[in-house]
Structures are given as structure tokens and as C-alpha cells.
């Protein structure tokens, strides 16, 4: 809505209602151009609530060249959301709405729900604060709250795939110094591996090296052969030398896979693989490192709040902070 509002202002002579280059006529634009080169910047300058990354790449809206009418089959959810843009495309090109004033109302309108939002989080941190000075929660009260905040499901939340990635780069930014290890930046949640040269979704180096040496990939779903196959694959793509290389899964592995797993030490003379469950290492960890139980609790809050709307949704923001205060105060 933004991009082709903003166009429209730019060029009054287009139709709204045609953002691809690739529908005939005079009067079309590139939607995208004006969603990356303008857009996206003033979304993340001010921190609306809407994608970092180009809305022109989402289902909905990639891979179509036709006129986008309110017949428009849009495969998005919630429906409501993009049957209105539909609507209101059609009345700025039929001259029942101004796009400048929809363009302003449509960024007040977002101003104001990012400071709704900012100013949910901030009361859910204020009840945190005060219970700042109680008794700690236990490594098993931790471990119930995480294991709660994955399997919270609700409509249109997005991100639960997301978290197991945000508990192991807790997990070892909370005991960086004892270990001598550290987690390199996080890469974005819809990055590919192959883009961008990572081995996996987690790149653990030792402190005075950016040599990688285990890697983790995530997986919401059972870990199956193929993986490990493609995960070897991609090692001897990147020539990466690693120690480790883990595969953390929130599902039940199947006991031939992680066999199939351990036989690679073998094949690549020195490279283990192996499959863990998610809960499985943070019990172990929580309990390994105890005294640093809260900061890893804290990481792994600090992680999930900076995290973009699109890797993991306000709802699902709100309900660790809600789950934590009501755990803190049962403790």
C-alpha cells in the first residue's frame, strides 16, 4: 500500500493498480523499485510494524503481472487485510480517495499502532522490573516457560520456528567467557544459507578466531537423512572445516537417522554430526552452567524483542513476557 501510494504521488499519470513492469501499457510501474529504494528505509528509520524486506516478495504479491482489482485472487492471511488494499486501490484509481491523503492516513495509522504496541511491551517489562529483586526462577521453571513459549499456537502468530534458533544463541551469549566461544550475528530469519556463505543458521567460532566450528541448523520437523546429506554437502561447498555439526529439532528423532548422523565422523574424517532435541539441550545446559541460568533467560528475552516483526510477531512477543511475569511471580 505504501509503495503504490507513494508512486502514485510521484506519478500521477499511473494506475495504481498495476505494480509490475510486466503488464502492458504506459501507465504500469515497479512496485518493488519503489518498496526497496523508498519504503523500506522509512520503515526502518521509524520502526513501523510492517516488513523489513520488500512486501513485493511475500506470496501475495510476487511472481503476478496482472491488474490488481478486487477480484484479485490474493493468497495472504489475514484475507480481510488484503481484500481492503484491493478495495482501496481501486477507489484511489476511480478518484473516490486522494493517494496523498491515503498515504499520510496510512502512516499515521501505523505510527500510531507501533506506539500501541511499544507501549504493551514497556508496561509487560515494567512488571518484570518489579519483580526484579524476588527469588530466581530455577533452571526446570525455565525450561517450562521456554518449552510453554514454543508450543504457544494461535491464528496468524507467526515465528514459533524461530525461537529454537534464539534459545542456543542465548544459550552461549550467556556463557561466552566461561566457554571462549562466541555466536557470530544472527542472520536473518529468510536468508539463505547458500546466499550468504553461513554453514547453518547458528556459526559458532572460538573467541579469537572467526574460524567457525560448529554449526547448528534448525528444524521444526523431523530431522530426516536427506538433511544430514545436503548439510555434508554444503560443508564441502563452503570448504568449512568444522568440529560439529548439529541439527536441534523440536520433533522426535528417529533413532536410524542419528545413526546415519554419527557415521559421517568417518566419511569426513573428523566432522560429527548429530541430532539433538531442542528441549533436550537446554535442560542439559541450564543445568551444566546453573549460575548462569538467569543470564541466559535474559539473552534469550533480549533476542526475542529485537527480532523483526517478520521473524516473530508482536503476539508472540507479548506472551513470553506475559508467561515470564506470571512465572516469576508463582516462583
Do not use: W
Not at 477480484?71 to 484509481?93: C, E, F, K, M, W
Not at 557415521?263 to 541450564?286: N, P, W
Not at 549460575?291 to 506472551?319: I, T
Amino acid at each position: 500500500m505504501l509503495a503504490a501510494l507513494l508512486a502514485k504521488v510521484h506519478r500521477p499519470h499511473i494506475d495504481v493498480r498495476k505494480p509490475y513492469t510486466e503488464i502492458e501499457g504506459d501507465d504500469c510501474y515497479s512496485g518493488r523499485t519503489y518498496d526497496e529504494r523508498y519504503v523500506a528505509a522509512f520503515i526502518n528509520t521509524h520502526q513501523l510494524p510492517c516488513n523489513s524486506t520488500t512486501a513485493f516478495l511475500t506470496p501475495a504479491l510476487r511472481n503476478r503481472n496482472a491488474v490488481l482489482t478486487p477480484d484479485s485472487n490474493l493468497v495472504g492471511r489475514p484475507a480481510i487485510v488484503y481484500t481492503a488494499t484491493l478495495q482501496l486501490l481501486t477507489d484511489v484509481h476511480e478518484g473516490r480517495v486522494d493517494a496523498a491523503t491515503l498515504l499520510a492516513e496510512t502512516v499515521r495509522q501505523l505510527l500510531l499502532f507501533r506506539d500501541e504496541r511499544n507501549q504493551r511491551i514497556e508496561s509487560l517489562l515494567s512488571g518484570l522490573h518489579a519483580l526484579d529483586e524476588g527469588q530466581p526462577l530455577s533452571a526446570e521453571s525455565i525450561i517450562a516457560l521456554i518449552e510453554q513459549h514454543l508450543k504457544f499456537k494461535q491464528t496468524h502468530v507467526r515465528g514459533t520456528s524461530r525461537l529454537p534458533v534464539l534459545i542456543i544463541a542465548a544459550a552461549y551469549q550467556s556463557v561466552m567467557d566461561q566457554l571462549g566461544e562466541r555466536v557470530l550475528p544472527l542472520r536473518g530469519h529468510n536468508t539463505a544459507d547458500e546466499r550468504t556463505g553461513a554453514v547453518g543458521d547458528i556459526e559458532i567460532t572460538v573467541t579469537s578466531s572467526d574460524n567457525v566450528i560448529t554449526s547448528y541448523e534448525m528444524k521444526s520437523r523431523l530431522v530426516t537423512r536427506e538433511d544430514i546429506d545436503r548439510a555434508l554437502q554444503k560443508v564441502y561447498a563452503l570448504n568449512q572445516r568444522l568440529h560439529n555439526y548439529i541439527f536441534i529439532t523440536t520433533h522426535p528423532i528417529d533413532p536410524l537417522v542419528q545413526e546415519y548422523a554419527q557415521s559421517m565422523y568417518a566419511v569426513t574424517e573428523g566432522i560429527e554430526f548429530v541430532v539433538l532435541d531442542c528441549i533436550g539441550f537446554l535442560r542439559h545446559f541450564l543445568h551444566l552452567f546453573y549460575r548462569s541460568r538467569m543470564q541466559f533467560l535474559n539473552a534469550y528475552q533480549s533476542l526475542l524483542l529485537a527480532e523483526p516483526e517478520s521473524a516473530v510477531s508482536q503476539p508472540l512477543k507479548e506472551v513470553f513476557l506475559a508467561m515470564r511475569q506470571a512465572a516469576e511471580s508463582s516462583e
